[in-house]
């Protein structure tokens, strides 16, 4: 089973820290993913990369930053940490083509104090 | 403006009756859907898809119903079981791997 593993499962942050979430799949996975999900709100895209050093803007970029220096290793970073960042952030990755999905991790719930 | 709407934030059924989960979507362009399975404190998992080349796709217990004119998909559960409490998100893609989701509805099956 493929396995995608956020370090961290709760985090508390204060206003403008720099914040890095940090997720690794284990299964050579080309696609990775940050989504937020917020009550009333479902699951809103961030960040995807398709490939090492590539990534593309989601729906909600703003005040997100990503890297992808490793394959299986996508970092979601907060460069300055609002309230309005308090969310829980889920990873997924997925091999090519739509017809396998996501795996998700488990989360992390972040709240931005 | 959400593009992928499940517009029950919660269903409550009894056990061995029927669940139907519905998702309303707006994009024309959408061509491929799926259903996820979400337990507190883990991620969501994968259940069934569908593609718009069909109208219905069985699993199990498991059936996802498609009716594009209408813009309308339907996640049917027969029979419910208690295990199948959870938070059902309705995802659509147009383009490769990029899915929007629904806000998810929460189902209690009572035992």
């Known amino acids: 089973d493929v396995k995608v593993t956020q370090s961290s499962r709760y985090l508390v942050k204060r206003t403008g820290e720099k914040v890095f979430l940090e997720c690794v799949q284990d299964?050579?996975?080309?696609?990775m993913f940050w989504y937020r999900q917020d009550p009333g709100l479902g699951l809103r895209l961030i960040y995807f990369?398709?490939?090492?050093?590539?990534?593309e803007k989601g729906d909600i970029p703003e005040g997100y930053s990503v890297s992808r220096e490793k394959k299986e290793r996508f970092s979601l970073i907060l460069e300055s940490a609002s309230t309005n960042q308090t969310s829980m952030y889920l990873c997924?990755?997925?091999?090519?083509?739509?017809?396998?999905?996501?795996?998700f991790g488990s989360g992390t719930r972040l709240t931005v104090v | 403006d959400q593009q992928v709407k499940q517009n029950s934030p919660s269903l409550s059924v009894q056990e061995g009756r029927i669940s139907i989960l519905n998702c309303d979507y707006t994009n024309s362009m959408f061509d491929y859907f799926l259903w996820y399975k979400k337990y507190p404190a883990e991620g969501p998992t994968f259940l069934i898809s569908i593609s718009s080349i069909k109208d219905k796709n069985e699993d199990g217990r498991f059936t996802v119903f498609l009716n594009k004119s209408a813009k309308h998909l339907s996640l049917h559960i027969v029979p419910s079981q208690p295990g199948d409490s959870a938070v059902y998100f309705c995802a659509a893609s147009a383009d490769f791997n990029k899915f929007y989701f629904g806000s998810g509805t929460k189902l209690n099956v009572k035992p």
């Open positions: 990369s398709y490939d090492v050093k590539m990534k």
């Open positions: 299964m050579d996975h080309e696609n």
């Open positions: 997924a990755s997925a091999a090519g083509g739509r017809y396998d999905g996501y795996t």
